[in-house]
Nanobody, 120 residues
Framework: QVQLVESGGGLVQPGGSLRLSCAASGSIFNINVMSWYRQTPGKERELVAV??????NYADSVKGRFTISRDNAKSTVYLQMNSLKPEDTAVYYC???????????????WGQGTQVTVSS
């Protein structure tokens, strides 16, 4: 069992910045992939950023503005969001993928979400 707690959301003006945090606890071993998703009411949940091994990937809509990073000592994943736009407004969710064995089925865990609102 893995618990994920997100924080750092809030109201920010266009062009501003926020840093989201995702603190993992519980059975955090064998977590191979950490991701950030976002969702607007009425729309599908969108993959925003992924970190797996030593690589990172981003959605085209946030590339160059968002950065995903990890602090293994604190068991925390961050999403630094710069140059925020109104279209970035969404609930942001942290996701952890855990795989006990290389051939096993991965298990996914979700945080509760944190609201990010970009508005004047």
């Amino acid at each position: 069992q893995v618990q994920l707690v997100e924080s750092g959301g809030g109201l920010v003006q266009p062009g501003g910045s926020l840093r989201l945090s995702c603190a993992a606890s519980g059975s955090i071993f064998n977590i191979n992939v950490m991701s950030w998703y976002r969702q607007t009411p009425g729309k599908e949940r969108e993959l925003v950023a992924v970190t797996s091994g030593g690589s990172t990937n981003y959605a085209d809509s946030v590339k160059g503005r968002f950065t995903i990073s990890r602090d293994n000592a604190k068991s925390t994943v961050y999403l630094q969001m710069n140059s925020l736009k109104p279209e970035d407004t969404a609930v942001y969710y942290c996701n952890a993928e855990k795989r006990i064995t290389a051939w096993g089925t991965p298990r996914n865990y979700w945080g509760q979400g944190t609201q990010v609102t970009v508005s004047s």
